[in-house]
């Protein structure tokens, strides 16, 4: 793997994490503005077409099977 794909791949890994860590944050306490600010940021990236250059991987697909796995249902 190049080095270019490692940067993608690790860019795609921190916004995962990000978004992980945040929706752990509001399932413990609504009102944590940060997190709230990162779960936006995370869900403007994954809607993105800059995820699309990253990665194969549909954004909203990985946003909605981190959801999943977080057990966060905020629709």
Do not use: H, P
């Not at 992980?20 to 936006?40: D, P, T, V, Y």
């Amino acid at each position: 793997m190049d080095g270019y794909q490692l940067l993608a791949n690790a860019i795609v890994k921190k916004a995962a994490d990000d978004y992980r860590r945040s929706l752990k944050a509001l399932k413990k306490g609504k009102n944590n503005i940060a997190a709230e600010r990162m779960k936006n940021d995370c869900e403007r990236f994954f809607r993105s077409q800059w995820i699309g250059v990253l990665t194969n991987i549909e954004g909203t697909w990985l946003m909605d099977k981190l959801r999943e796995e977080a057990g966060y249902y905020d629709c």
